[in-house]
């Protein structure tokens, strides 16, 4: 397996995704006051490890919100505050998946 390949195997691009959403949450709607990179970290990871190709993010919520308490370590978010970061994390993985089958 190519090493851009791995959209599914949460490893797909990794320190790569991490400096992105670093540099990147600032600039989201979902930020709210107070709260920084830490906070959001935990659910950029979620989302991006769980993504499945071929899954709409509605159809994982469910279970995506009930490993949040699991995975969310320090994080100060609620799921509803960080149900958007998941979201975020899950399009740009499944961006990058159809990027892939296209040009692959």
Known sequence: MRPDSRANSGEWRGDAD???????????????????????????????????????????????????????????LAWNEAREAVRASWNRMERFHRWEEMYA
């Open 18 to 76: 991490e400096a992105y959403w670093r540099e990147q949450f600032r600039h989201e709607r979902y930020l709210r006051p107070g709260f920084g990179y830490l906070d959001y970290a935990p659910a950029y990871r979620l989302g991006k490890r769980r993504y499945r190709p071929g899954i709409r993010f509605e159809q994982a919520e469910s279970a995506l919100a009930a490993e949040w308490p699991l995975c969310r370590g320090r994080s100060r």
